[in-house]
């Protein structure tokens, strides 16, 4: 626990700023991890259940599911499902407005991990030049005769360059992971919900 203290002493002032970032990186990937899961976007069963429903007539049965359900496909077809009856070009646009609602609520917080992954190694670098410095002002008032003194300096850019390589590594490896599942769950929704309209429409039109 010492060793730990003292390493936080000698990273300076950037070293906290690191930490957290990266407790707000880890709180960010463990909020994506939980929200992105794919029972929670769009249940694997459920578009057929609505396509089953909707196609022998029971439109109240699959408007309860739907509201009971309470997931991004839910409300997407749901938005469909109210506009039942309307030309199929006023259902696909309401069911493409609430998409966007969702595809934001699936996107929440993945540019600030971004920003984090970007920012990290250049506040590592920063510590880096200021461990530097110190490490030149120690050699202007004790010469290089005594390393000792040289010490704290080059801790200080070595702690914050390793430091800033740590946060952004693998907030960089979660962003571009979490940016692809949403890509994934996103085409996923469009083309289940793409189905219920063409379903809808196609009974409009009988």
Known sequence: MQELLGLFKMGGFVLPILILAAIVALAIAGNRLWVLRRGRVAPRDLAARIAELVGVGKVQQAVKLLYENDTPLARMMLAALQDAGQPRDVIKESVEETGRHEVAHLDRYLNFLGSIAGVAPLLGLLGTVFGIMHAFAAIGMVGTGDPKAL??????ALITTASGLIVAIPSLMFYRYFKGQVDTLVLSLEKEALKLVNLI??????
């Open 201 to 206: 429409a196609s009974g409009t039109e009988k």
């Open 151 to 156: 010490a704290g300096g080059i801790a200080e």
